[in-house]
C-alpha cells in the first residue's frame, strides 16, 4: 500500500524531528560554533545547522496545518501554549539545578 500524502507529510514530520535531535547533539558534543571543514555538504556551524533544520520543521508545520493533518490554530492560542510549555521547561530547569544536575 502506498502512503498517501498525510501519512507522507508525517514520514516527513519523524525524519525532522530526528535531523533536530541530531543536529543538537553536535552543538552538545563539539559545540556551538564548530564547522567541520572536512565537510563539503556541512560548511556552515553547528548552531547554523539546528537553526536550518529547526526552520524545516516549522515549514513543514505550515504543510501540515494547509493539508489539515493538524487543525490551523488561533494565533492566541499559539502563543498562549508556547508561554505554558515555557513556564514548564523553566519548572524542570529549576528542579534540575536544585538536584544538582544542572548549574545555572
Not at 508525517?10 to 543536529?23: F, H, M, N, R, Y
Not at 565537510?39 to 496545518?65: E, I, V
Not at 490551523?72 to 538536584?99: K, M, T
Request: glycine fraction near 4%; aromatic fraction near 8%.
Amino acid at each position: 500500500m502506498a502512503l498517501d500524502k498525510n501519512d507522507y507529510l508525517l514520514c516527513s514530520l519523524i525524519k525532522q524531528c530526528a535531523a533536530i535531535t541530531v543536529e543538537a547533539s553536535h552543538c552538545l558534543r563539539f559545540g556551538m560554533d564548530h564547522s567541520n571543514p572536512g565537510a563539503q555538504d556541512y560548511p556552515t556551524t553547528n548552531q547554523a545547522r539546528l537553526h536550518q533544520t529547526m526552520m524545516g520543521l516549522l515549514a513543514l508545520a505550515d504543510l501540515l496545518y494547509e493539508n489539515k493533518v493538524l487543525p490551523r490554530v488561533e494565533l492566541g492560542w499559539v502563543e498562549q501554549a508556547i508561554f505554558e510549555e515555557q513556564e514548564r521547561l523553566q519548572h524542570y530547569l529549576q528542579f534540575s539545578e536544585d538536584l544538582g544536575r544542572v548549574s545555572l
